[in-house]
């Protein structure tokens, strides 16, 4: 459990892992906390956005949708690994997962199944969306692959978190298939090599 960064700190810390930053627009301040709480924080979640190109893909996760509104997360990562920095506190990411779940985050233990939707994530998680149309055949490529790892690392490093914080949509709630085209495992391992 930790309480989250400062807008600053979060910015800082990826730029110290060797990412390179886009801030877009009022990121720093356009959040969803008039809708509930923002930590305490406990891991890192990744997801795919099932869009195609650079601008379109961090419009909509900075202004969301007509179903969702934005941001969506807090830095889009993009084919060519930048990390746009769309928002910052409480987004609409991640939405309710399995309280199981969080517990194994928050002891750092292998997740259990996801079989229930009744805890709050957009409060305890920080959130990553990357640039896929999430069929499990557009293309991750490497260097967008080594930028969630990084961003990831980033994260838990500042926190003294390890790389079992780090978990994807499709393990928080059910139904949820991001991010596809990768193994969970294989991205936690690649974390893992970071921090050590």
Known sequence: MAEPMSAGEFKHALVNEGLT????????????NHKGPWGPVHGVMIHHTVTHGTATTV???RDGHSRLPGPLCHGVITKDGRVHLVGYGRTNHAGSGDRDVLAAVIAEKALPPDNQADTDGNARFYGFECENLGTGKDPWPAVQLDAIARAAAAVCRRHGWT?????????????KIDPAGFTMQSLRDRVHERLK
């Open 163 to 175: 790389a079992r914080s780090v978990i994807g949509h499709r393990e928080w709630q059910p139904g």
């Open 21 to 32: 930053v886009v801030e877009v627009g009022d990121w720093r301040s356009h959040n969803r």
């Open 59 to 61: 419009r909509i996760c």
